[in-house]
């Protein structure tokens, strides 16, 4: 999944029901976070400026599919996945922030 364009699946809480892609509209980042956590919002707050944070999670996704299991994707704004997880507590995900979006506004 990393580095491959973001599969267009469907997400439901956003409020509602939309699709991926209509999240990259905006052309910033997107940080999907799929488990409803508090940390990982929290974790992101200094990009707030260029990522677009949404708590949601992936309705009618196949047992193999890639995202499946999947707590957090951060996609770029040009569409690719430029990292996903189970625990976004590591430090990926702010490497992966650090490096596609820049330093965390102070």
């Known amino acids: 999944l990393l580095g491959k364009r973001m599969p267009n699946r469907e997400l439901a809480g956003v409020p509602g029901t939309t699709r991926t892609y209509e999240l990259l509209h905006r052309a910033r980042g997107v940080l999907l976070d799929l ?3 508090r940390s990982l919002r929290r974790l992101s707050d200094g990009w707030s400026d260029r990522v677009d944070v949404v708590t949601a ?3 009618h996704l196949a047992p193999d599919d890639p995202l499946a299991g999947t ?3 951060l996609v770029r704004p040009d569409g690719y996945a430029a990292w996903a ?3 976004p507590t590591r430090g990926e ?3 992966a922030l650090n490096q596609w979006l820049g330093r965390p506004a102070d």
């Open 85 to 87: 997880g189970v625990d």
């Open 35 to 37: 488990a409803d956590d």
């Open 93 to 95: 995900l702010r490497t």
């Open 57 to 59: 999670r992936f309705d």
């Open 71 to 73: 707590r957090a994707v």
